[in-house]
């Protein structure tokens, strides 16, 4: 598997590859950032030792309608095409799908802004991802079936929230074929925004060796990103590689 972490600046690039990471996710999340990019003269296709994916905006109110037209998805068009310009293939995004908190109506809504969003980025070749924040695979399955293309980006420590058992499970059974893209981070569960700690790999609740054998049983064998602070990533890369080993997957 592909191992990396999140790239806020460009001097972020420089630090991932010395740790002998081959990814790094370029977070767009603010108009500025985009243009930041933009302008560094950086892409997949300019000698860098790693590859990149991108990680789009967030979402805002998640029920209202003019936010999500009037601002998100045009800010979501924006990352894909800072994407394009930057010869990344893959955009993570958020839009937040948990019935239990997203009104019906808005829920179909969003998988119109999805399907506008996917063709966009398919015409540009950035395949996007949809994150889990706190969905079930009730809730992603759907999408997924009214959604050609869409992919999904996993998200093992949003898994662990507003849950008795960590999502992750229920969504490798059910979708697997659609997940891309991983993200790691650790919490102790939790119900809130606060409770999504984003600590280092092993010092929370996550069953990272559970889920991650799931993963590879099933065949996966692609990239993920650590989502971690800046100075948990290596701590959190030797983790990860030793869980690999364990069941079985070199590094």
């Known amino acids: 598997m592909i191992i990396g972490g999140q790239i806020r600046s460009f001097e972020d690039i420089g630090f991932i590859e010395a740790l002998g990471l081959e990814l790094g996710e370029v977070s767009l999340w603010e108009k500025s950032t985009r243009s930041y990019w933009i302008e560094s003269g950086v892409s997949n296709h300019s000698g860098l030792k790693l590859v990149m994916k991108g990680h789009g905006p967030q979402e805002g109110l998640p029920n209202d309608p003019s936010n999500l037209w009037g601002r998100y998805l045009p800010a979501l068009k924006e990352s894909v095409d800072t994407c394009a310009v930057l010869a990344i293939d893959y955009l993570t995004i958020h839009l937040w799908m948990d019935a239990r908190f997203v009104q019906p109506e808005i829920l179909k809504e969003k998988i119109d802004i999805l399907r506008a969003l996917v063709s966009y980025g398919k015409d540009r070749g950035v395949r996007i ?123």
């Open 129 to 251: 991802g949809l994150e889990n924040l706190s969905e079930s695979a009730d809730d992603l399955e759907p999408v997924i079936r009214s959604v050609p293309n869409l992919a999904i980006t996993l998200d093992l420590g949003h898994g662990q929230l507003l849950t008795e058992r960590n999502t992750s499970f229920d969504i490798i059974e059910r979708l697997m074929g659609s997940i891309a893209h991983l993200h790691l981070h650790d919490n102790h569960g939790g119900s809130g925004v606060n409770d999504d700690e984003h600590l280092p790999v092993g010092d929370g609740n996550v069953e990272f060796s559970a889920i991650l054998a799931a993963l590879v049983s099933h065949g996966y064998d692609g990239s993920m990103v650590l989502e971690v602070r800046k100075e948990d990533l290596e701590l959190s890369a030797h983790r990860v590689w030793t869980i690999l080993r364990e069941i079985g997957q070199p590094d």
